[in-house]
């Protein structure tokens, strides 16, 4: 089976496509043939060694897939050869092939196609998360969204929707919020060419926004949290931004009454394994009634997944890039 593998931590352009032998499903695994995979900004930190998982090489990127079950391991009895599957690698998913644990392995819904699923798992499960147990969002309250156009952000953008939330997308380019109006925002921010502060207060009648979602961090970072509500929700969820780790001056939080929390969906999806189940039911329900639309803006097949990588890396991506690896 073909793999485009990392053989030594560098930029997008050194991996390669090489032949590997197939994996054997261990026990509790599932081995899938791969049809697509989705791609994700862990995927340009990790072949750099910038992540927080370093497999020994040589490896394949490539954290979600979706396609078919080929073979399961002796102790996997849920799932079966030929069903149509959607996973969380990790990494390994820039690949023909990939054996994965079951309790990582979903059975995709009627209503979505492979592609499409492999640009599901990660962003809607973690939006889910984030809005639903780390910021309880409630019907009414307003929802803001910075990078509210790319992965994560645009996933949060609709299911703040379908939680009943009024939703403000804020991104850095006209082009990128209208992907965002497209998904249902309600109001719009251009945070290189507005004060994000000036406008939230414009848009909430000086109140602030109840819940934050951040996948970006940088310098919007301690701005975003001066626009919050009282009471509100500081969901920090990324540092796509790069720059460091930002920090907050503790009064922000206190003077407002407010919460900074952080989101870790890998973590609660394998320590609350039925609330992650539970998420991605409603989620599945949502998808069906066509309240949820998740935007794959490109395909590529898997000969150029370095491409992809260096599209999201470099901030020129809408929605979700994926690999056509079938
Ligand atoms: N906490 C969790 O459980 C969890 C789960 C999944 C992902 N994440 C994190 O969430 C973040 C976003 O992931 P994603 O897959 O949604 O990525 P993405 O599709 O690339 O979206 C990131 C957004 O960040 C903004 N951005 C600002 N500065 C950027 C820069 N220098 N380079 C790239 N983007 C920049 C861009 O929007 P504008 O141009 O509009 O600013 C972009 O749309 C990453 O840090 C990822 O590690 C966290």
């Given at each position: 089976?073909?793999?485009?593998?990392c053989?030594a931590?560098?930029?997008?352009?050194?991996l390669?496509?090489?032949?590997?032998?197939?994996?054997?499903?261990?026990?509790?695994?599932?081995?899938?043939?791969?049809?697509?995979?989705?791609?994700?900004?862990?995927?340009?930190?990790?072949?750099?060694g910038?992540?927080?998982?370093?497999?020994?090489?040589?490896?394949?990127?490539?954290?979600?897939?979706?396609g078919?079950?080929?073979?399961v391991?002796?102790?996997?009895g849920?799932?079966?050869a030929?069903?149509?599957?959607?996973?969380?690698?990790?990494?390994?998913?820039?690949?023909?092939?990939?054996?994965?644990?079951?309790y990582?392995?979903?059975?995709?819904p009627?209503?979505?196609?492979?592609?499409?699923?492999?640009?599901?798992?990660?962003?809607?499960?973690?939006?889910?998360?984030?809005l639903?147990?780390?910021?309880?969002?409630?019907?009414?309250?307003?929802?803001?969204?910075?990078?509210?156009?790319?992965?994560?952000?645009?996933?949060?953008?609709?299911?703040?929707?379908?939680?009943?939330?009024?939703?403000?997308?804020?991104?850095?380019s006209?082009?990128?919020?209208?992907?965002?109006?497209?998904?249902?925002?309600?109001?719009?921010?251009?945070?290189?060419?507005?004060?994000?502060k000036?406008?939230?207060?414009?848009?909430?009648n000086?109140?602030?926004?109840?819940?934050?979602y951040?996948?970006?961090?940088g310098?919007?970072?301690?701005?975003?949290?001066?626009?919050?509500?009282?009471?509100?929700?500081?969901?920090?969820?990324?540092?796509?931004?790069?720059?460091?780790?930002?920090?907050?001056p503790?009064?922000?939080?206190?003077?407002?009454?407010a919460?900074?929390?952080?989101v870790?969906?890998?973590?609660?999806?394998?320590?609350?394994?039925?609330?992650?189940?539970?998420?991605?039911?409603?989620?599945?329900?949502w998808?069906?009634?066509?309240?949820?639309?998740p935007?794959?803006?490109?395909?590529?097949p898997?000969?150029?997944?370095?491409?992809?990588?260096?599209?999201?890396?470099k901030?020129?991506?809408?929605g979700?890039?994926?690999?056509?690896?079938?």
């Open positions: 089976m073909k793999a485009l593998l053989k931590f560098g930029p997008a352009e050194t390669v496509l090489e032949d590997l032998p197939s994996p054997e499903p261990k026990g509790n695994e599932v081995l899938i043939e791969v049809h697509a995979a989705g791609v994700n900004f862990p995927d340009s930190l990790i072949i750099e910038k992540y927080q998982f370093k497999p020994p090489f040589p490896f394949a990127p490539g954290g979600e897939v979706a078919v079950v080929k073979a391991g002796a102790k996997v849920h799932l079966k030929g069903d149509r599957v959607m996973a969380l690698t990790g990494w390994g998913g820039f690949a023909e092939e990939v054996a994965v644990p079951a990582n392995v979903l059975p995709v009627e209503s979505m196609d492979l592609t499409g699923a492999a640009a599901f798992g990660m962003t809607y499960g973690t939006s889910m998360h984030a639903k147990q780390r910021a309880s969002l409630q019907p009414g309250e307003t929802l803001l969204v910075l990078g509210a156009s790319g992965g994560v952000g645009l996933a949060a953008v609709e299911i703040g929707k379908a939680m009943g939330a009024r939703v403000i997308a804020a991104a850095s006209a082009e990128k919020l209208e992907v965002a109006r497209n998904a249902g925002a309600d109001a719009l921010i251009n945070y290189n060419e507005q004060s994000l000036d406008e939230v207060k414009k848009l909430t000086s109140q602030g926004a109840d819940v934050i951040d996948p970006v961090g310098a919007l970072f301690e701005e975003a949290f001066r626009s919050i509500a009282w009471n509100g929700r500081f969901l920090v969820v990324g540092f796509a931004a790069g720059g460091g780790i930002p920090a907050l503790a009064n922000l939080p206190l003077l407002k009454g919460s900074l929390v952080g870790f969906w890998g973590a609660f999806a394998q320590r609350q394994a039925q609330d992650n189940a539970d998420n991605f039911r409603q989620l599945f329900a998808h069906a009634e066509g309240r949820l639309k935007l794959v803006s490109q395909t590529f898997l000969t150029r997944g370095g491409e992809a990588i260096n599209i999201l890396a901030r020129k991506a809408v979700k890039l994926v690999i056509q690896v079938r």
